[in-house]
């Protein structure tokens, strides 16, 4: 039983900051090349303070997500530091609204930075507090590797692999061979022994999905994630019945409960929740339970420094999600070595200020 060290909220931080990305991302829906991060602190009564980010996706949307936060300050401040309580509050507090979209994002922050608190106050990593232990996590480099040719995919891929045993390659071309064209350019790139996953970022009907994927099939391929809407599970149900790769979902979820949904329908034949949509530590621990009763392997999106720690204490932990997005404002980024992300052995995630750096990218 997880012993929670007596803590009380004193305050909330939140600091939006636009950080460029090393490999701008082009996917099927545009162009990624600026990573817009709120970064949260939780402060204690005790000295003790808990933090995290969360990536927003667009600029449009990190006022909202820092807003948010803000307004739930004096909600929450001088409440003891019991995430699962805090938790149940929040979702109370905006169950008519409801808990998805920005409104989650914010309440993920909340969750994460509370419990890196309580495993900084505790003296242990979160991996240990949560009642694991750190350990290297196998880890796929997903940086770049954007929609960008076969040329420029066989040149990013070769410098992507150093030092990685899988990487992934977005999809999505004009049409099916392009696909295959591409996929055999990151092949000849990394050669027989490195995987290689795929991502469609939802951009194919189903019936173009079944098509392209069929086309796929030995091309040794890990997984296509997500080929269609992610909310239509059904529709991922019908892709998975004609897929021979296997099928990956998750980073989506908004919540346990999408998640149940979607292993109902059954959509996935992986699973791959997003720290942040999937609802925090609390989430990801409720749905890292679901995948094991389903009997599905999962793998992390996104947040590598969190997710490391969260996969540890995963029953059917397969991948880490690798992107080095925060790296330029944190003190001392995720390590990778030999293929596996080291989970720093230090009292909580591990994530810290570069101040210097935060000073340099806030958001005005």
């Known amino acids: 039983m ?48 808990g933090s995290t980010y969360l990536f927003c996706y667009t600029p449009l949307a990190l006022r909202p997500v820092v807003q948010v936060i803000e307004n739930l300050t004096p909600f929450l401040t001088g409440n003891p530091v ?26 993920a922050g909340i969750d994460m930075a509370a419990w890196d608190a309580l495993a900084k106050a505790a003296g242990m990593p979160l991996a240990s507090l949560l009642g694991g232990a750190p350990r290297g996590i196998p880890a796929y480099n997903s940086n770049g590797l954007g929609i960008i040719g076969p ?27 392009a696909d295959v064209e591409v996929v055999r350019a990151v092949r000849r ?42 909310d239509d599970f059904a529709g991922h149900a019908q892709i998975r019945a004609r897929s021979k790769i296997p099928i990956q979902m998750g980073e989506n979820w908004w919540g346990p409960h999408e998640m149940a949904r979607c292993v109902a329908a059954g959509g996935s034949d992986l699973a791959m929740p997003d720290a942040m949509k999937i609802g925090g530590v609390t989430g990801w621990l409720r749905a890292a339970a679901l995948a094991e009763s389903a009997g599905l392997p999962v793998s992390s999106h996104l947040f590598p420094e969190v997710s490391a720690h969260l996969l540890a204490v995963s029953p059917t932990c397969q991948w880490l999600e690798y992107v080095d997005w925060a790296n330029p404002v944190l003190k001392e980024p995720l390590r990778i070595e030999k293929g596996q992300a080291v989970i720093p052995d230090v009292p909580g995630t591990g994530i810290a200020w570069n101040e210097k750096a935060v000073k340099r990218y806030l958001s005005a």
């Open 82 to 107: 019991v995430p699962f309580e805090i938790d149940r509050k929040l979702q109370r507090q905006f169950r008519l609204l409801g808990a998805k979209g920005i409104v989650g994002m914010a309440l």
């Open 189 to 230: 790139a990394i050669g027989e022994d490195v995987r290689l996953m795929s991502d469609y970022n939802q951009s194919l009907s189903v019936a173009e999905a079944i098509a392209r994927i069929q086309v796929l099939a030995g091309e040794g391929l890990d997984w296509v994630e997500e080929p269609t809407l992610a």
């Open 2 to 49: 997880i012993s929670h060290p007596r803590l009380k909220i004193r305050d909330l931080r939140v600091r939006p900051v636009n950080v460029p990305m090393r490999l701008p991302l082009q996917t099927s829906g545009g162009t990624v090349s600026i990573a817009p991060l709120a970064l949260v602190d939780l402060l204690t009564e005790e000295g003790i303070t």
């Open 151 to 177: 040329e420029r995919a066989y040149e990013e891929a070769e410098k992507l692999a150093d030092g990685f045993s899988a990487i992934k390659v977005r999809l999505g071309y004009a049409d099916a061979m």
